[in-house]
């Protein structure tokens, strides 16, 4: 009866996140905006209610630890592996309650918004993303909803799609979510490869290091300071994504494994980490400190208490980090809905300051040499230059500086990517991968396509056929695996590869001719979502597309080519990363104000 009841709570919070982000959109096409609104608003109240009625369910009928399979759900390819436990429990009823007063918050603060559909979109798939990130254990569940909190945090930091800055923010942190995308998937592989299917048996010292390292980055903490960028979309976004849930739920999931591993009592294991966090801490501290935006500044506070969270759970106080976690994120998502005010508050706290006198930690700053404290501020204010060169790569790796696509734009872009592949190919081979030549050439034929859809962005049929083209000879290095006769496909991907490129030399010229970030192509937002649709399916995001033929190909040679999976998965992430560069170049950046604002408000 337990497991029938667990299993129900289950596929609900799954399914109806899933219904409701399905619902926002078909709504969203309707031509009456105002009762388009109004139905999102019903069903946001009472879906809500109905969640928090679950959670109480829930509560008084938790008796035990469950573990149980729920097979072939949603996806063909694998089971659900499902964990109820007491931690699990806390950490959904927190997200859902979180979620639940953001989503009654912006259904008044946001009305009538230009992009009121888009954001409760978003919010639904994060929604969908918590549940699998923290019921499920499984290694494939697990980076499906890790992927879904991606994206939907991508597309919400580009919210306000008519802004330069935010759409190259958005890039930004698209490259190092990326990244710590990359330190999780070798996380698992290797673990599944070892025969451990629930991720929290991972046992591998090295696996457990790229996890760390994975949520370090998705939480902010380490080595990129990334949340003060995320804040460019609306209050309740910020609040919700940055201030709780996104950066808290990668601590769930790496003290999930944690107390599980001897690892745990490696002494210098233990120092390392807990010296590199401590640095971060007091760096984020110090520049929550030196910010002049009160965002910014919540943002810094907001990513040192996470390093101390991170510090609790390396020297084993696990309910301490949970409950410091879930108070955290409350204060948080509270402080960043109230950002607005806080001017206005400091300075009343500014009079009642110089009424009662100094606190005794602005006068012991005053103990420190005038010399000392003005180098502290010069490299505070400078991002301890670590951390700015770190942004600065990735910003140069995306092509940012230039705003337009030219010869620097694409040998920064070849520099800094060769390299990375370059790196991972050592890695894999250091961990015995085998060499073998004709996958290093379809590797390599993959990321010359590649470079060639990122230099098409400006002509879309062009672009799609080099990024298909891209995707489908990264997979057929995989397939070959299975059907050697696939091997003469190679032939095809070779002919389409030098007809783009004759393609490109011959209108090389037109390259310079366009500006990023103008929305030259912007046509409608029926075109808009179907491409972007179209682009998801061929980089396949979850659900969509590719994503089905990658999930069995896995399946099949995980214990044999792990490293081939991981090099074939670089590849994908920067056809990913491209695909979000020609999106953002050609459908946002440039919005019709007067013909939305007509349509919200008839």
Request: net charge positive.
């Amino acid at each position: 009866m337990e497991i029938k009841f667990y299993t129900y709570l289950f596929i609900y919070f799954a399914a109806s996140s899933l219904i409701r982000f399905i619902w926002v959109l078909l709504v969203s096409m309707m031509r009456n905006k105002p009762l388009a609104g109004r139905l999102v608003k019903y069903m946001t109240d009472y879906g809500s209610l109905l969640d928090l009625t679950h959670l109480a369910l829930a509560f008084m009928l938790f008796k035990q630890d469950v573990t149980f399979t729920i097979p072939n759900f949603a996806f063909e390819s694998f089971d659900f592996d499902v964990n109820w436990n007491i931690r699990s429990f806390l950490f959904l009823s927190f997200s859902v309650t979180i979620i639940s007063v953001i989503n009654r918050f912006s259904t008044v603060y946001l009305f009538r918004d230009l992009f009121y559909f888009k954001f409760f979109a978003m919010i639904y798939l994060l929604q969908l993303a918590l549940v699998l990130l923290i019921l499920t254990q499984g290694n494939e569940t697990i980076f499906i909803g890790w992927e879904f909190l991606g994206i939907s945090s991508i597309l919400l930091i580009a919210f306000y799609e008519y802004r330069i800055s935010v759409l190259k923010n958005s890039l930004v942190i698209l490259a190092i979510y990326k990244l710590a995308d990359l330190f999780l998937y070798a996380a698992l592989l290797y673990s599944s490869a070892a025969g451990e299917t629930y991720y929290y048996q991972m046992s591998n010292p090295y696996c457990i290091a790229a996890l760390l390292l994975a949520c370090l980055l998705k939480s902010s903490v380490f080595p990129m300071y990334w949340l003060p960028r995320a804040v460019e979309g609306p209050t309740q976004s910020t609040a919700v994504f940055y201030g709780s849930l996104a950066t808290h739920i990668p601590i769930f999931i790496f003290m999930n494994v944690w107390e599980h591993h001897s690892l745990s009592t490696n002494t210098l294991f233990v120092a390392i980490a807990a010296v590199i966090i401590l640095i971060a801490i007091v760096c984020a501290s110090m520049l929550s400190k030196a910010a002049n935006d009160a965002k910014n500044s919540i943002a810094y506070a907001a990513i040192a208490q996470l390093g101390i969270i991170y510090l609790e759970v390396l020297f084993g106080f696990i309910w301490l980090a949970i409950v410091h976690c879930i108070l955290h994120g409350i204060y948080r998502t509270v402080e960043f809905l109230r950002s607005p005010s806080i001017i206005y508050e400091h300075q009343l706290i500014e009079q009642d300051r110089r009424i009662s006198g100094e606190p005794l930690l602005y006068r012991l700053t005053h103990l420190l040499p005038i010399n000392l404290q003005l180098w502290l501020y010069k490299i505070t204010y400078n991002e301890f230059v670590f951390f700015r060169i770190m942004m600065d790569g990735v910003e140069s790796f995306m092509g940012l500086f230039s705003s337009r696509m030219n010869a620097l734009v694409v040998k920064s872009y070849i520099f800094y990517s060769l390299a990375f592949i370059f790196l991972i190919e050592l890695i894999t081979f250091s961990l015995g991968r085998k060499l073998i030549i004709m996958d290093e050439l379809l590797l390599a034929l993959a990321y010359v396509l590649n470079i060639l859809a990122m230099m098409n962005k400006y002509r879309p049929w062009v672009f799609y056929v080099a990024l298909t083209a891209s995707v489908m000879t990264s997979l057929l290095i995989l397939s070959d695996k299975l059907y050697p006769v696939l091997i003469w496909s190679a032939v095809i991907s070779t002919v389409i590869m030098l007809y783009i490129l004759i393609m490109t030399y011959l209108l090389r010229d037109r390259l310079q001719q366009t500006a990023n970030f103008m929305g030259q192509m912007h046509q409608s937002s029926g075109i808009n979502f179907i491409l972007f649709i179209l682009g998801l399916s061929i980089i396949g995001m979850p659900g969509l597309g590719i994503f089905f033929v990658w999930i069995r190909l896995e399946h099949a040679l995980m214990n044999v080519y792990p490293g081939t999976l991981l090099s074939v998965y670089v590849l994908l992430s920067l056809n990913t990363i491209v695909f979000f560069r020609f999106y953002y170049v050609n459908f946002l950046g440039k919005y019709d104000v007067l013909k939305q604002i007509k349509l919200m408000h008839p």
